[in-house]
């Protein structure tokens, strides 16, 4: 399935397999532009494009037998972290898959994004790959012979990574040991996200490629008053203000990056959807970098987000009201999900334009003291009531200064207020399509009902069944397992699909369980190690277990 990383059998041919290399650019001036933007602009590089003009299929390696046909294509940038492959001609036939891994020996195992095919295609031809750990990329396109249509694969750039990749054990070629973020922030599994799961699940992780420059921020799903779950994203304007229009293809937009355990070091990697279409932002951003309004950007997601991924669009108040107390859900630096926590009442602040901002405070809470990092930008900050009302600009809190400010621009002045737009341009128009003049909306999940987003009582059945998940006893038998696996499960609430995920957290098998009395899944294929198994139920609630492969 598409977006699913999965280790594939790659046969190993006598011939030669076709090399292209770009030259590695100046680590040490990636990290002084990284710095300027820092201070300058509010951005977080994680990296560079470097230009290519590359046809796919006139590059690579070329050879068939009498069922498939397959081209290979290496490509290498010395000492690179990672990399990434930029299209800018991409349409996959039916029946035709692309595989990226990385070079051949560099790791035990290697590592693999794929396959990918045609659900990947879109009108405007854009789509970027994953990173890849290494200094070289082997992409692999195969296809049964016979197959209709021609594919199309003109690569325009390759991305080069220095930082904030956090990658697992042998990957992490970086040695950012899984951690990423500064030591203080809060996973949002542990208990201070207990509170605060709907929201979790519609906070996202941005990767912004612009400018030449990939940079990193936050972003959440948004509900609108038609109920019709469209994918709205908000985000801030900061984040995309030197967006080209063909930019907004390669956009990368990832689900579910979070931690399975509080304190945990195993995440899913592999929910990401690429491409976005703009619809309005804020336009307030300065010749000289300054922010004159509220900083709000909103786009839609392009290619359908899968209902297994639980996309939570959240509600919003606008009204103005000063929250008392609630969270910001983050991922600071581009890492694994965060929860910052305040219990003092916002502020109105004037840092960056009159009225425009929230001033927040966060508290130290049971686990540490969340606070925000590069990278959160974006984020949402939501009241006591679960209800976005501010989206982050900016601020001075860091792990050394957990007590300094940070600023969120609100979303009453996202709506309505004296930002340099039209009235059709601002929040308003497209969070309200209908017209009904509410100013606090609930968030939902996606379900079948006529209006799939039927507010947040959707949310409470899916809070309902992951309590019964938490409370009642459920495990694999056997375990360690060989050939087979159970699930000892009492059917009081209907389960719907295991996935199971390697311990580097990617995806190796999906299995439908509906009307199953007790679960059960083959393991034929697996090699022994541990192994993650997450159970989903009809209503979208989720519970992981770990067993281990003999």
């Not at 992409?139 to 694969?153: C, E, K, N, R, W």
């Not at 801030?236 to 979070?258: I, L, P, Q, T």
């Not at 859900?329 to 960056?352: C, E, F, Q, V």
Request: with cysteine.
């Amino acid at each position: 399935m598409v977006g699913f990383w999965i280790v594939l059998p790659f046969q190993i041919f006598a011939q030669s397999v076709a090399e292209l290399t770009l030259e590695s650019p100046n680590v040490e001036q990636l990290w002084m532009r990284a710095f300027w933007q820092e201070e300058h602009s509010g951005k977080t590089m994680q990296g560079e494009v470097l230009p290519a003009d590359w046809n796919f299929f006139e590059e690579a390696t070329f050879q068939s037998d009498s069922e498939t046909e397959e081209w290979t294509l290496k490509v290498s940038v010395e000492n690179a972290p990672a990399l990434c492959i930029y299209f800018d001609d991409f349409h996959l036939p039916v029946g035709g898959q692309l595989n990226f891994r990385s070079e051949e020996g560099r790791f035990s195992e290697d590592f693999v994004e794929g396959p990918v095919d045609y659900r990947e295609n879109n009108d405007h031809g854009r789509w970027v790959s994953g990173e890849i750990p290494g200094e070289q990329v082997v992409i692999a396109y195969t296809q049964p012979v016979g197959t209709i249509g021609a594919p199309d694969l003109h690569i325009s750039g390759v991305g080069f990574f220095f930082r904030m990749l956090w990658l697992d054990g042998e990957y992490d070629l970086l040695s950012e040991n899984n951690r990423g973020s500064d030591p203080c922030q809060v996973d949002v599994m542990c208990p201070e996200g207990d509170d605060w799961q709907c929201q979790r699940d519609a906070v996202v992780r941005l990767r912004i490629s612009m400018g030449g420059g990939i940079y990193l921020c936050s972003g959440a799903m948004v509900n609108n008053t038609a109920l019709d779950c469209r994918q709205l994203l908000l985000s801030s304007f900061h984040c995309a203000d030197d967006m080209s229009e063909s930019d907004w293809g390669f956009m990368k937009v990832r689900y579910n990056y979070e931690y399975f355990d509080c304190g945990g070091t195993a995440s899913f990697n592999s929910h990401a959807r690429t491409g976005v279409t703009l619809l309005t932002y804020s336009d307030d951003i300065s010749a000289g970098g300054n922010i004159n309004g509220s900083d709000f950007l909103l786009m839609e997601v392009e290619d359908p987000i899968f209902d297994s991924w639980t996309p939570f669009y959240a509600g919003w108040d606008v009204s103005g009201s000063v929250s008392t107390s609630g969270v910001g859900i983050h991922h600071p630096s581009g890492d694994r999900k965060k929860i910052s926590t305040y219990t003092t009442n916002l502020a109105n602040s004037s840092t960056y334009f009159p009225g425009a901002h929230w001033r927040v405070y966060w508290e130290e809470t049971v686990t540490e003291h969340g606070v925000t990092e590069g990278g959160s930008s974006g984020s949402p900050l939501f009241d006591e009531e679960g209800r976005i009302v501010g989206t982050l600009t900016g601020g001075a809190s860091f792990c050394e200064s957990p007590y300094a400010p940070d600023f969120y621009g609100k979303m009453s002045f996202h709506w309505d207020g004296n930002n340099p737009i039209s009235d059709d341009e601002k929040l308003e128009a497209f969070l309200d399509p209908l017209a009904t003049g509410q100013q606090v909306l609930d968030g939902s999940y996606v379900t079948e009902e006529e209006s799939p987003c039927a507010e947040q009582t959707v949310c409470g059945a899916v809070e309902l069944e992951e309590l019964w998940l938490m409370e009642n006893e459920w495990s694999l038998l056997p375990n360690p397992a060989r050939e087979q696996l159970y699930i000892d499960w009492s059917g009081e609430i209907q389960a719907s699909e295991i996935r199971i995920f390697d311990a580097a957290g990617r995806s190796v098998l999906t299995a439908n369980v509906r009307n199953m009395s007790t679960p059960a899944v083959s393991l034929a294929g697996l090699n022994s190690g541990m192994y993650f198994l997450t159970l989903f139920t009809e209503g979208g609630a989720s519970a992981t277990r770990k067993f281990l492969v003999e």
